[in-house]
């Protein structure tokens, strides 16, 4: 037979003996090798040998050694014979020189033919695929090292093809965002955009309507878009169409987003620093020039150009042209010195601006080269004239002084003299006390003697200044100074120490009777003085201190003396009273009182008490009025009294009344969720608070329901001139539906006038006019007509200090509205109302009728 034309079969002896396997691979364009048992080629195609540089199977070694380290753990399972005949395996071979090269091997299990001779145990069949595996590998390494370069730098890809409906998002893409590699992306626009920030929306379709149209091959543009945890970020997309569809407009366009959040937070920093800086460069006036110093190129700021007057862009000799003649050599090598060395450095120069005025200018300069290696010179300038002006005036100044010195020293003796000594009545002032009680504490303490302080203040000396003017009040302060300088002893000094008041200082007065010697003063202060006709009267009061030996302290012995005085002045002034250990005592439980008050502010032990209100008419609980109790850890349950002067010492009566008020608001809530049918509360409100300006935010944080409380002012505080801190929290007060009551009324000295510009809701007129009502037919008139004011002026009216069923009686037929007292309710705790109101006690303590109208007529007859 003849071998047909193009054969690669090996060239063997067709013999009708060849066995059929050979004669079928012979011609076959795929590589076949046959292995015997033990894995060695027994034969093999020309396809097979040609890879391999060899032309006999017997110049190759096991098929095993002529696979790839890399791949012959592959091997071992392809060539199984339970999977033999399988889908071909990419597995690498190995050339007798090492190199390797890809094929796509089969293994065949030939079947047992009917010949003499045994055939292959396995047959292999290969294809070369070296290149187009070589290629794949090198496209997928060069994609592996796009996507790890991308991945760096923080881009994520995006590709949109059109044509096949496929949208593709990178893992980096969607981490900008806050995705998870596996969440689904919202591919429609109408759906996204809503994730892009308002502000944006705009930009970002008009940017991708020019990428779809193919108005812009390329486009880059950036945008705020929603981050999954809610904030915005900033990112910067960068696109391009890649593909074209037959109609000319774009099928696909792939591009990255980065996101540019810090970048933009620092652009926007920049831009802060850079208008703080321009801000901070137009209050100072400091005008900012750089200078090439290769091209001698100069640029000003519009500050340096209006500074040096010029009409006209600078160059790079306009500075040099207006220094002023005797400043310019001086100025240009105080510059030339710092470009030579490379320094910072200050000048000082005078210019001739445009206009011809001549004007001061300092500066400052600093030499540096910039990133492209060019030597520059930037610095600044200021308008100095007025500083160096002045400085020329001190120097004059200073000058003069000089030439008068003797004149200054005399007059630096009298103005010693003058801030030592009251210009007055040429006492000592506070001083020069302060400075010779020192020394006369310390010659005390060295002689083992005794000092003594008297704090002196003038009764009565407010009225005198009032009522005859001041030059009477001067007139009777040199009086006193002339009283107290007649009193002392040689030891002994006064002081004036502020308005009338005054200090005795006694030194070594161990043999004097500081009693007799304070009595002295009282009494000659009492003793009339004329003046322009009249008589005037006044008197003193006098605080006493004294300490003896190494204890002397001058300062305490001052605070001593003025805690004294306060005494004195509390118990009836004209008087003298010492300081005692039994004084200092209270002190140390005043002090105590005001940690526990401060203790208990902090722990919320006041709390409010309630004294209810009832109808006149029907005996009907009205409300409740809320008054102050302090909860003491030791001494129970006290009463203002114990407490309010010093809780105003230490100004926090403002927070015991909100602490108390709060509790008060929740106590009224829970009565009106049982239903008691307690229709408000009311509470004092101080001068101090209302004169507060921060009282109208305060009570917008409770939670007031409109007619539900009522403040109530005392008369004492409730004048004709409030001022407009008052009015415009009584304003406020009105807007959160808060109604206004006059406490004590009949007792202060409001107006007609005053009560028809506050318009209250209530007035409550004071126990010390009601409570003589039962006896006096006078009292009753007097309550009667504050109840017809009440009454023209549409303002109810609250008796209080109803103590017997007569009261009860009489203010009801006077026309009162609401009565309080003990004779209908004594005040109790929050805890004790609800069952209080339940009781109806009250009805039972107030009497029937018959009983009232017999106490009325025994009361009118006495």
């Given amino acids: 037979m003849a071998k047909p034309h193009g054969s690669t079969s090996i060239a063997m002896r067709e013999t009708e003996h060849e066995p059929f396997w050979r004669r079928l691979f012979a011609r076959s364009g795929f590589g076949y090798a046959a292995l015997d048992a033990r894995g060695r080629i027994v034969d093999a195609n020309t396809a097979f040998l040609r890879p391999f540089a060899v032309t006999a199977a017997s110049e190759l070694p096991d098929f095993t050694a002529c696979v790839s380290p890399s791949d012959r753990a592959v091997l071992a399972l392809a060539m199984r014979p ?26 065949i299990e030939p079947p047992s033919l009917s010949e003499t001779s045994p055939g292959p145990a396995l047959i292999v069949q290969t294809l070369d695929i070296d290149e187009r595996k070589r290629n794949a590998l090198e496209l997928a390494e060069r994609e592996s090292r796009w996507n790890h370069a991308l991945e760096s730098a923080g881009q994520g890809v995006w590709d949109h093809d059109f044509a096949r409906g496929d949208l593709f998002y990178s893992r ?32 970002v379709l008009a ?20 981050h999954r945890d809610g904030r915005w970020v900033w990112i910067e997309s960068r696109g391009a169409v890649v593909e074209y569809g ?43 020039f750089e200078v090439n110093l290769r091209t001698n190129e100069v640029r000003w700021d519009d500050r340096m150009i209006e500074m040096y007057g010029l009409t006209q862009a600078p160059d790079n000799a306009t500075w040099e042209r207006t220094l002023h003649p005797e400043d310019a050599p001086r100025a240009l090598a105080r510059v030339s010195d710092g470009i030579l060395h490379g320094r910072d450095f200050a000048n000082e120069f ?14 400052r300069a600093a030499p540096y080269v910039d990133m492209t290696g060019v030597p520059r010179l930037i610095g600044a300038n200021w308008d100095a004239t007025d500083d160096v002006r002045l400085q020329e005036e001190l120097k004059r100044a200073r000058d003069l002084a000089e030439a008068r010195n003797e004149q200054l020293e005399a007059a630096r003796a009298r103005i010693e003299y003058t801030a030592l000594h009251d210009h007055l009545t040429g006492l000592p002032n506070r001083r020069y006390l302060d400075a010779a009680i020192e020394g006369a504490a310390q010659d005390a303490r060295q002689a083992g003697s005794r000092l003594a302080v008297l704090h002196i203040d003038l009764d009565r000396f407010k009225e005198i200044n009032d009522t005859l003017g001041h030059v009477a009040g001067d007139r009777m302060l040199v009086h006193a100074a002339k009283v107290l300088g007649e009193l002392k002893g040689p030891d002994d000094f006064v002081a004036r120490i502020g308005g009338d008041e005054f200090v005795f200082v006694s030194a070594g007065s161990a043999g004097r009777n500081l009693a007799m010697l304070a009595e002295a003063i009282v009494e000659a202060m009492r003793k009339p003085v004329t003046f322009n006709g009249h008589i005037c009267r006044f008197g003193a009061s006098v605080g006493i201190a004294s300490q003896s030996g190494a204890a002397i302290d001058a300062r305490q012995l001052l ?10 002045k509390n118990r009836g002034r004209s008087r003298h009273e010492f300081f005692t250990s039994d004084f200092q005592a209270q002190i140390i439980v005043n002090k105590q009182t005001a940690d526990d008050i401060l203790s208990g502010i902090e722990q919320r032990r006041f709390l409010p008490w309630y004294q209810p209100q009832f109808c006149a008419r029907t005996l009907d609980i009205f409300g409740v009025e809320t008054l102050a109790r302090w909860d003491h850890p030791t001494r129970g349950i006290l009463t203002p009294d114990a407490f309010l002067k010093i809780a105003e010492d230490l100004d926090c009566v403002a927070m015991i009344d909100r602490t108390v008020l709060e509790a008060s608001l929740a106590d009224f809530a829970e009565w009106e969720r049982l239903g008691l ?112 004011i009440g009454r023209s002026l549409n303002i109810e009216v609250i008796a209080e200090g109803v103590e017997t069923p007569a009261h009860i009686a009489i203010m009801r037929d006077l026309g009162c509205d609401i009565l309080q007292g003990y004779a209908l309710a004594r005040p109790m705790p929050a805890a004790a109302i609800p069952g209080f109101v339940e009781r109806q006690e009250w009805r039972v303590h107030a009497g029937n009728a018959h009983d009232l109208q017999n106490e009325i007529r025994r009361a009118i007859s006495h």
């Fill in 82 to 107: 339970s999977v033999a005949e399988q889908a071909p395996w990419e597995i690498r071979l190995q050339r007798p020189d090492g190199e390797e090269f890809w094929v796509l091997a089969s293994f």
């Fill in 677 to 788: 049918g307690i229709g408000k509360i009311s509470a004092n409100v101080s001068s101090k608070r209302l004169h507060d300006p921060e009282l109208a935010h305060s009570l917008r944080t409770l939670d007031i329901r409109p007619k539900s409380l009522s403040f109530e002012l005392l008369e004492s505080i409730f004048l004709d001139d409030c001022d407009r801190t008052v009015l415009e929290n009584l304003a406020e007060m009105r807007k959160l539906g808060i109604d206004i009551e006059i406490d004590d009324f009949g007792t202060g000295h409001a107006s007609i006038v005053s009560l028809m510009k506050l318009r209250p809701r209530r007035l409550k007129i004071d126990r010390q006019l009601v409570k003589p009502v039962v006896r006096s037919p006078g009292q009753r008139k007097l309550v009667g007509t504050i109840v017809e």
């Fill in 207 to 226: 940017q991708i309507a020019r990428q779809e149209t193919g108005e812009a091959a390329f486009s880059i543009f950036s945008y705020r878009e929603r």
């Fill in 350 to 363: 005078r210019i001739v601006r445009g206009d011809g005025e001549i004007r001061h200018i300092r500066g």
């Fill in 172 to 203: 980096q893409w969607r981490a900008i965002r806050g995705l998870q590699p596996d969440d689904p992306v919202e591919a429609s626009l109408d759906a996204w955009i809503r994730s892009v920030h308002p502000d944006d929306q705009a930009h």
């Fill in 559 to 568: 605070v001593n003396a003025d805690l004294a005085l306060y005494r004195a």
């Fill in 246 to 288: 037959p109609d000319g407009r774009p099928s696909r366009i792939a591009g990255t987003d980065t996101d540019i959040t810090e970048r933009k937070e620092a652009e926007e920093r920049l831009a802060q620093m850079s208008r703080r800086l321009e801000l901070a460069l137009d209050i100072s006036r400091i005008g900012v």
